[in-house]
């Protein structure tokens, strides 16, 4: 199996799980203090500070990829800024809903 199929099915896998988790969660009680593994428990807030937390390990991350494969460096550079995408629209999309849960409340 190639490198892509394996992609492919991952991420297939990987947003399978994240739907259901959203549903599940939709309209529970988010929690605000304390600790909590499970991403969709927190509040809008709370998930603004772990996306933050997680840029550390998502840059470890892509830098262990760069000394352990030999991929072309095309690959690399659409995997960064893939990642970087992601990332500011993560939070960007956390930053405006904990703005608007503050002001609701």
Known sequence: ??????????????SLL????????RNKTKKDKGWVFNYFKLSYRR???RTWI???MS???IF???IITDWAEQLYITLGV??????LIQLIYNYVKWKREEVGD
Do not use: E
């Open 64 to 66: 262990l990829l760069y």
């Open 82 to 87: 893939l990642l970087v995408v992601t990332f």
């Open 18 to 25: 994240l739907i259901v988790f959203a549903v599940l969660y």
């Open 54 to 56: 997680s840029l550390p």
């Open 47 to 49: 998930k603004l500070i």
């Open 1 to 14: 199996m190639d490198y892509f199929t394996l992609l492919i099915i991952n991420l297939f896998v990987i």
């Open 59 to 61: 840059l470890i991350a």
